[in-house]
């Protein structure tokens, strides 16, 4: 009682944390982005972790760069090519999957550990957007830069647009492989006759993380606490 709104704001952001009051994700940010959220604004994580992949890729030449115009993906690209004359370009059908309302979910845990690894692309992504119907937006998409001319191309988009990317240049079908993505963690691939993964989910900001939990087992084990 007593504090101005700002105050407020800052109280609420460092000891309360982040209210689901009507039960979504905010569509701006990733699933996990939505409950580390008062970390993320605290600390400038999400900065530090755009910084470093900054720093590895400063010697990597770049003809062109691509976000999803999601405010996380655009503040990324903007750090990674802070001093560079890079073309920037927003696509929108790039942006991450989306959910729906947690409370819907009749095992949220469950729903949470499943996440990425449907039996049918039917499935729906955390009761949201389903498997078939993002595949049908990314895919298109994809083959449209790879129509472009360039030779070295930073792209710029959330964890499950990765997966999705990353495995149909891989196998060429609409399926999802079991693959980890952490934020901020960079891929490499060699796109040619034959696509090579050079690397994958380097984290440049924690090379060699302690934990073993997947992206989506700790957004679940955050989301309970």
């Not at 030449?61 to 927003?90: M, N, Q, Y």
């Not at 942006?95 to 309302?101: A, T």
């Amino acid at each position: 009682r007593g504090l101005s709104e700002q105050a407020l704001t800052v109280l609420r952001g460092r000891h309360i944390g982040f209210v689901f009051q009507f039960h979504h994700l905010l569509p701006a940010f990733s699933a996990l982005e939505n409950v580390m959220m008062p970390s993320i604004i605290e600390h400038g994580i999400a900065t530090a972790q755009a910084e470093a992949v900054a720093e590895l890729l400063k010697g990597v030449p770049l003809d062109l760069a691509v976000h999803s115009g999601l405010p996380r993906t655009k503040e990324t690209a903007e750090i990674v090519l802070r001093g560079r004359s890079v073309p920037v370009e927003a696509w929108p059908e790039l942006k991450e999957i989306r959910p729906g309302r947690l409370k819907d979910l009749p095992d949220p845990e469950r729903a949470f550990k499943e996440a990425f690894h449907p039996h049918e692309l039917s499935e729906r992504f955390l009761g949201g957007e389903t498997y078939e119907a993002f595949f049908d937006r990314v895919i298109p998409a994809y083959e449209r830069l790879l129509s472009r001319s360039w030779d070295t191309l930073l792209l710029v988009v959330h964890g499950g647009v990765i997966r999705a990317l990353v495995s149909y240049a891989l196998t060429g079908e609409r399926r999802l492989l079991a693959l980890e993505v952490h934020p901020c963690g960079l891929s490499v691939l060699d796109i040619g006759e034959k696509t090579l993964l050079r690397a994958h989910n380097i984290v440049a900001y924690n090379l060699l993380p302690e934990s073993r939990l997947s992206t989506m087992e700790m957004l679940w084990e955050i989301y309970r606490a």
